[in-house]
């Protein structure tokens, strides 16, 4: 039971190497999708994990035993390598739930100070144009959608960089990648390890945001060009955007670049590293659910239900 519950707090440690590698060998969108959809099980199972390992310490505590209507403490291999790891685990949780709170605090309440702002300032369409000395410019979710940009960023960028611009960060919008940045938020407050893969969705989600707006305007230098201008404004600027709000100036942006400026690949699903993502995924969830199962079985057992 116990071991089963380990593996969902180890296989997290692959996940940052062998997210990279599928990123650079998926479509970008394909592998927002798999990096995301990995990281959220990895998340969900090393939780449960921790969790299930933190009620194995209380039920062997004779007073948490007789509240859970035990007839006998929850009985364990080795007492002491659970007890060390139950109180580890609560201490993760713990830390984990303090930052994830926080996070979710002061993202809220940038996004509505963002909103706000937007919401106060004409709009040409999904457009509003912030006065500020500060270039900056992003996607703005909600409803409705906004491009915010501010009159520096304007000032920064031909006519033509501006409309690149646009259609990078309408392709934040109209894909919906507010979402899986948040996802990956929460996601690396549940592993440290995670946390790497985080940086790797955000850089998904803007490669894949630059070949949507490349394919709208059907030239990849001029994208290629905007960002990076739009990048060497706003490296210095303070920003006080949400996290889940993309901005086309995140991300390596010379990497980005140097991308954009290849001729596209034709994406091939079969990758290898892609694959081992998911497999580890997979495994942590088999492994989480398997280990839980029958940690609920020896509770079962400990109440009388199904045998001495």
Known sequence: MTVLLLVPMILPFLAPTLARRALDRLAPAT?????????????GACVAAFGALVLIGLLKAPAFA??????????????????PAAMAAAGILTLSALTLARSAFRQARAFRAARTQADHRPAAG??????????????????????????AMLRSLGPAEREALFAH???????????????????????????T?????????????DESAAATLGDRRLIATAI?????????SPSTRPDFAPAATTGPVPQRVAALLEPP????????????????????????TAGVVDFHHEVEIAQGENGP
């Open 265 to 288: 690949q034709r994406p091939r699903a079969a990758r290898r590293a892609a694959f081992l993502l998911v497999v580890c995924a997979v495994l942590s969830v088999v492994a989480g």
């Open 31 to 43: 592998a927002l999708w798999v990096l995301t959809a990995s990281a959220l099980a990895l998340a």
């Open 169 to 195: 960060e309408r392709a934040h919008n109209r894909a919906g990648h507010h979402y899986f940045l948040a996802a990956a938020e929460l996601a690396a407050h549940c592993h440290p390890a995670l946390r």
């Open 126 to 151: 999904d457009l509003c144009v912030i006065d500020s000395p500060h270039p900056d410019a992003y996607a703005l979710p909600g409803r409705p959608h906004r491009i915010v940009v501010t009159t």
């Open 228 to 236: 990076a201008r739009a990048a060497l404004a706003g490296h210095a």
């Open 197 to 209: 893969t985080r940086a790797a969705i955000r850089l998904a989600a803007e490669r894949a945001a």
């Open 66 to 83: 007789a509240l859970g209507k035990l007839v006998h403490p929850l009985r364990t291999p080795s007492d002491y390598f659970v007890l």
